[in-house]
């Protein structure tokens, strides 16, 4: 059997991606949308509460194409904690005019292929890595892979030196974007229905695209790499929800 990798794991992370049934809530009265955006705003506030203590963080964002209208992607501690903030979103009225179009449950994950000093989990590096506040960029990036088992290309067959020399060229062409894209991986093996989900941040929407390219070259994702449905979209700031949800 060949090593499996062993894995730092970091907050509990939710993708929740929705779309507006605009037509019901065009018929709500002004002054009920108006109420129900400031319960939506309250909602966030909350979050924003626990984000500043670094007990959490999320994210905003909406959804180019008809896959979905927006996006929370929500990081927590516990499983527990990540289900009650849904239920909670669920409660609101603003949910109500929304349809769910699909989610992801997954961890932060760091693998051991690149080792580090001492506890890792003591690591400031590896801290700030597993439990993200995740940033403001202008745009995400977001979908679901595997890695292949399939005959001759299976990843879980191979010895763990192999598996970490690729992840080394994997990692070499990453640091390239340094600085112009971040990279959230967040693993869900026994979560969800792939293996990890990959979410990017970037300022430039056009660098989501030379990085995954590029990597559709290197040997990991060309030969080892499946790929679910890619969701792009626009960083919505909160006064900014108002003109989202004017109509
Ligand atoms: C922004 C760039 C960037 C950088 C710097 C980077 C670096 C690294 C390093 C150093 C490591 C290994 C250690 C660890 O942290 O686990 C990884 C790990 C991983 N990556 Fe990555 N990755 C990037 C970006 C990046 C992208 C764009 C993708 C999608 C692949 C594609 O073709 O679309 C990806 C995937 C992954 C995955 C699924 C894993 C876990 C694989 C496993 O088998 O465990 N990743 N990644």
Request: aromatic content about 14%; charged content about 25%; hydrophobic content about 40%.
């Amino acid at each position: 059997m060949a090593e499996p990798a062993q894995t730092l794991d970091g907050w509990y992370s939710l993708h929740d991606f929705r779309a507006m049934d605009w037509t019901s809530w065009k018929m709500l009265p002004s002054e009920e949308r108006a109420a129900a955006i400031a319960e939506y705003r309250r909602f966030l506030d909350k979050l924003n509460t626990t984000q500043a203590a670094k007990e959490g963080s999320h994210a905003l964002y909406t959804i180019v194409g008809q896959k979905a209208d927006f996006m929370m992607m929500i990081l927590r501690p516990t499983m527990e904690e990540l289900n009650e903030l849904e239920n909670e979103f669920n409660k609101l009225k603003i949910a109500e005019f929304t349809i769910p179009t699909f989610s992801y449950v997954s961890v932060v994950e760091l693998g051991n292929y690149m080792p580090t000093e001492g506890d890792p989990y003591e690591n400031p590096y590896v801290q700030e890595r597993i439990y993200p506040i995740l940033p403001k960029a202008k745009h995400v990036c977001f979908y679901p892979m595997d890695k292949r088992r399939q005959g001759n290309d299976n990843w879980y067959m191979l010895p763990m030196e192999d598996r970490r020399a690729m992840m080394k060229s994997h990692g070499m062409i990453g640091r390239q974007y340094a600085g112009k894209v971040k990279q959230i991986i967040t693993g869900s093996v026994g979560f969800d229905d792939y293996e990890w989900g990959v979410t990017l941040f970037a300022d430039d929407v056009l660098q989501f695209k030379k990085l995954v390219y590029e990597m559709r070259f290197d040997e990991v994702s060309a030969r080892y790499g499946e790929f679910g449905a890619f969701y792009v979209g626009n960083l919505l700031e909160e006064d900014g929800i108002e003109k989202f949800l004017h109509v």
